[in-house]
């Protein structure tokens, strides 16, 4: 199948700082990314969509001007979160679409702020 | 809005033997894909298998397979001579709308006993 990096697999930030998590489709384009956030023993909780030039769709719920998604080329999706609060500690983790309409994900980010 | 649901909160199964596990899903599209995704502890969400809506003939892969019933919206995962390396969360996905973005299943916790 196709093949979807994410960086970095664990970050420790100190609150208030913001941090960056990359989304790369390595072998296809992908018009489309997708931001997830997990918490434990639950399921995959759609944060936003991302759109190759175009602004994120969030989810009703998720702050935009907390977790901002910048999608400028076909092969890179990023997730910044900013002003990180321990409450944002979580697994975040990014899928792309292919053009087959299959979605793949990322190996996820272990996100900790301290 | 897309609904999905996964009966089966946790399930277990002899190694060699063979497992169901359930999906069922509401939505009012037409073309849409269905998924089966793999979520071992390292938290990786890994394809199983895949359906597009419009295919009557069954999805396969090696050990894998579904029951697609499309009137009856239910889309189940069949895993024969079952492995100890497919003890994980299994999750239902469903894809569709102009991004196909997923609408998931709570999952559900297989465990392969030897």
């Not at chain 1, 009703?60 to 609060?85: C, M, P, R, W, Y």
């Not at chain 1, 990014?94 to 980010?109: D, K, P, Q, W």
């Amino acid at each position: 199948g196709a093949v979807v990096s994410q960086h970095p697999s664990w970050v420790i930030c100190k609150s208030g700082t913001s941090v960056k998590i990359e989304c790369r489709s390595l072998d296809f384009q992908a018009t489309t990314m997708f931001w997830y956030r997990q918490f434990p023993k639950q399921s995959l909780m759609l944060m936003a969509t991302s759109n190759e030039g175009s602004k994120a769709t969030y989810e009703q719920g998720v702050e935009k001007d907390k977790f901002l998604i910048n999608h400028a080329s076909l092969t890179l999706s990023t997730l910044t979160v900013t002003s990180a609060h321990p409450e944002d500690s979580s697994f975040y983790i990014c899928s792309a679409r292919t053009s087959g309409n299959t979605i793949y994900f990322g190996e996820g980010s272990w996100l900790t702020v301290v | 809005a897309q609904t999905v649901t996964q009966s089966q909160p946790e399930m277990s199964v002899q190694e060699a033997e063979t497992v169901t596990l359930s999906c069922t899903y509401d939505t009012s599209e037409n073309n849409y894909y269905l998924f089966w995704y793999k979520q071992p502890p390292s938290r990786q969400m890994i394809l199983v298998i895949r359906q597009e809506a419009y295919k009557q003939q069954n999805a396969t892969e090696n050990r894998f397979s579904v029951n697609f019933q499309k009137a009856a919206k239910s889309f189940s995962l069949k895993i024969s001579d079952s492995q100890l390396g497919d003890t994980a969360m299994y999750f239902c996905a469903f894809g569709g709308g102009s991004n196909y973005k997923l609408t998931f299943g709570k999952g559900t916790l297989l465990t392969v006993n030897p």
